[in-house]
């Protein structure tokens, strides 16, 4: 918990009841964007819905029956067309960032991959397989994400957000000779 009392604010903490796992972020805009960046990154890197367990300086009560409400995120579950509205976890000025709008005009075969910790999108193309692997790659070796919380994840293939699926590896599999 003392990661979370030095983190500056707007703050918040969500844990993942079934991973025993927790997801914090701060120096967010709001506490309303702390609150909500928090749950979705915590759903995506865990997989589930988690809970909220602090935003700022309050820490939220025990519930009586002590079985804490999760919270299924919409954006942490998305699955449609890609939309920067759409990221989970997200800075609202990440989602008007160039690159980010620009993949949806992208042309030909591209792919995105994003981590929850480092809220970052990477994409590339040239070929679809390809694509989805330098993405993946471009995200894990991002030295500003901490790798200690896992790999990435393959975003989007196309213009089809696939998060979903929670793929560490290329979805396109290679032809066989």
Known sequence: MRGYEAARV?????????????????????????????????QVFYGKPCVLLAVDEAVQPIPTTGDWPRRDMARARYAGS????????????????????????????????????????????????????QALDACNSDPTRDRANGSCFLYAVGDQVVLLRRLREPLTQEPSR
């Open 10 to 42: 707007h703050k918040a903490e969500a844990a993942s009841p079934e991973a025993s796992g927790t997801w914090r972020t701060a120096l967010r805009p709001t506490i309303e964007d702390a609150e909500t960046a928090a749950l979705e990154q915590c």
């Open 82 to 133: 890609f939309d920067p509205g759409q990221i989970p976890g997200f800075r609202p000025a990440m989602r008007e960032r160039a690159d980010i709008l620009e993949y949806c005009s992208a042309p030909g075969p591209k792919a995105a991959a994003y981590h929850p910790g480092g809220g970052r999108v990477f994409y590339r193309h040239r070929s679809r397989q390809p694509a989805e692997e």
